[in-house]
């Protein structure tokens, strides 16, 4: 049985995660040979209710103290300010890690967790959850289909984004949205215009053939649509399965010890983010690093 440290209970993620792995599947457990063992919440109260709620015999008071006595750790501090020190340890010791979105807010602070995992040969895993979604991975394939047959003109898609949060501002759940462009459009980003608006984020994203307008809205639905040459296709995105989808995968990369996708994938959404930001910052267009691998 794969026993998992959880780091950070503040997040909506350390109890969804917790319930897949305690749960039995007829509760809504996942029925993987993985069990949450022992976990560290920034507050003694959150991480109480999250012990309750999971089942997590084991709460302690300095992530630590984990180490020796867990398999993996998952890493779900909402800041991503906070995920390179409190991964760095773990990587460092050689046990598997999740680090979650946003993977960092610093492509150093990147680069520094995927090195340190390369030299010790811990896996590392992570970022949104929002890639294994089926309906993101639906638009990947309809956009590849109508790129063969016509072309693609354009591209649009909502998800949330708060420009004021307290948690990084558009990191926060801009993270999601990096991810969703990668999986669905690529990441050869080139560059992106960001206009904000009474609060509100609206931001071209530039490949070398197509534009994809994002609006970072606070609402409870997401659709995609695609305008091609012989057809506009629009899609709504559902998301209510991916913290499922994204442990699953982690499990399997663990027992498996082969990472659920390259490490460059975790390093590209930084830098989107980071070019994200800049736009909405100065109002000019920003432009996205060279990919890291």
């Known amino acids: 049985m794969l026993r998992i440290g959880m780091i950070g209970a503040d997040n909506f993620h350390a109890l969804a995660f917790s319930r897949l792995a305690n749960l039995p599947p007829e509760e809504g457990g996942s029925g993987l040979p993985a069990r949450v063992t022992m976990l560290w919440g920034e507050s003694a109260q959150r991480a109480a209710f999250v012990a309750n709620e999971a089942h997590i015999h084991t709460v302690v008071d300095d992530p630590a103290r984990m180490l020796g006595q867990v398999d993996a750790v998952m890493v779900v501090l909402r800041h991503g300010a906070q995920h390179h020190d409190a991964a760095l340890p773990f990587l460092r010791a050689g046990i598997s ?13 990147a680069a520094a967790l995927v090195a340190a995992a390369r030299e010790s040969g811990a896996l590392l895993a992570g970022g949104s959850t929002c890639k294994y979604c089926p309906d993101v991975l639906w638009l990947r394939d309809k956009y590849r289909a109508m790129c063969a047959d016509g072309g693609v003109i354009s591209a649009g898609l909502n998800f949330p984004g708060e420009l004021d949060s307290p948690y990084g501002g ?10 969703i462009l990668t999986t669905a459009f690529g990441p050869d980003i080139i560059s992106v215009k960001a206009d904000v608006t009474a609060g509100n984020v609206i931001a071209v994203f530039k490949y070398a053939s197509l534009g994809v307008c994002v609006n970072f809205a606070e609402v409870s639905e997401f659709h995609a649509a695609l305008y091609g040459a012989k057809e506009v296709a629009v899609h709504s995105i559902d998301i209510s399965t991916i913290y499922r989808q ?17 490490y460059g994938t975790l390093l590209r959404p930084v830098q989107i ?14 432009f996205v690093a060279p990919p890291l691998e």
């Open 97 to 109: 890690t999740w680090v979650d979105k946003p993977f960092t807010t610093d492509i150093g602070q």
């Open 170 to 179: 558009l990191y926060f759940y801009g993270g999601h949205t990096a991810e």
């Open 246 to 262: 994204g442990f699953a995968k982690f499990v399997q990369g663990v027992l498996t010890r082969t990472p659920p996708e390259p």
């Open 273 to 286: 983010l980071n070019a994200l930001v800049e736009a909405a910052q100065t109002g000019r267009e920003a």
